[in-house]
């Protein structure tokens, strides 16, 4: 059985459109109709690490890390492979030093973008809290 379904489609060029459920997203090799591959799976990883992090910190008796906000870093190699990805996270809440990393670190065990990736490319992790 099969569980998700994605039509992509090029028509010419570097762009590929792309048919997610009821969602359309355009992605673009040079960067001009739409974000880049790479940028996507930054934009994919992030997207998903952040519902990680509010079920880690449920699970941790936080029920509320208000606002949460990540800036994320990429590092290409000299052919353009991501070779490093950095999340800075930032959480609204005042949370200890000691409980946040404990949620950060449940957090990636919790991703399923950082599950699919090769180890040498999860992403580095800093947090603070009572940040935002």
Known sequence: MT???????S?????????????????DA???AGPNPNGVL????????VPALRVAAKQRGH????RVEIDVE??????????????HVRVEAAI????LAEITERGTEI???????????HAEITSEGDAV
């Open 3 to 9: 569980d998700l379904e994605v039509t992509s489609v």
């Open 11 to 27: 028509e010419a060029g570097y762009v590929t459109k792309s048919r997610v459920g009821d969602f359309q997203l355009t992605v």
């Open 30 to 32: 040079t960067d001009e």
């Open 42 to 49: 930054l934009a994919d990883y992030a997207s998903c690490y």
């Open 63 to 66: 029920d509320d890390l208000g």
């Open 74 to 87: 990429g590092d290409l190699d000299e052919d353009d492979d991501l070779e490093a990805i950095r999340f």
């Open 96 to 99: 200890e030093d000691d409980d």
């Open 111 to 121: 991703c399923h973008v950082h599950s699919a990736l090769r180890e040498g490319l």
